[in-house]
């Protein structure tokens, strides 16, 4: 069974910074492009950022380069997602998911995500 597990957000001021990680299992990690989700109130999930199978390809989303930085440990079957300079507006639930298009509506079944709260 394929499970996905994010954590490491929490409330932060703006200006910090958080650390999300996305533990997989139930899949063969290191063979799948990975990409990190979010889903702010009142907005449907948006794209956030990939990774390739092996971290040598990295795409962002706009509003978040230069600030965000994904990253991956195929050892350790996670996907990482270091957010700094944080913003009211990056307020939501993050997820993470296998694969490397930009719809969200392209994805299978989603984790629980870990939400993210950043005071003005």
């Known amino acids: 069974q394929v499970q996905l597990v994010e954590s490491g957000g929490g409330l932060v001021q703006a200006g910090g910074s958080l650390r999300l990680s996305c533990a997989v299992s139930?899949?063969?990690?290191?063979?799948?492009?990975m990409a990190w989700f979010r889903q702010v109130p009142g907005k449907e999930r948006e794209f956030v950022a990939t990774?390739?199978?092996?971290?040598?390809?990295?795409e962002y989303a706009e509003f978040v380069k230069g600030r965000f930085t994904i990253s991956r440990d195929n050892a350790k079957n996670t996907v990482y997602l270091q957010m700094n300079s944080l913003k009211p507006e990056d307020t939501g639930v993050y997820y993470c998911?296998?694969?490397?298009?930009?719809?969200?509506?392209?994805?299978?079944?989603w984790g629980q995500g870990t939400q993210v709260t950043v005071s003005s």
């Open positions: 990774i390739s199978r092996f971290g040598g390809n990295r």
């Open positions: 998911n296998f694969g490397g298009s930009k719809d969200p509506n392209q994805y299978g079944a």
């Open positions: 139930g899949r063969t990690f290191s063979t799948q492009t």
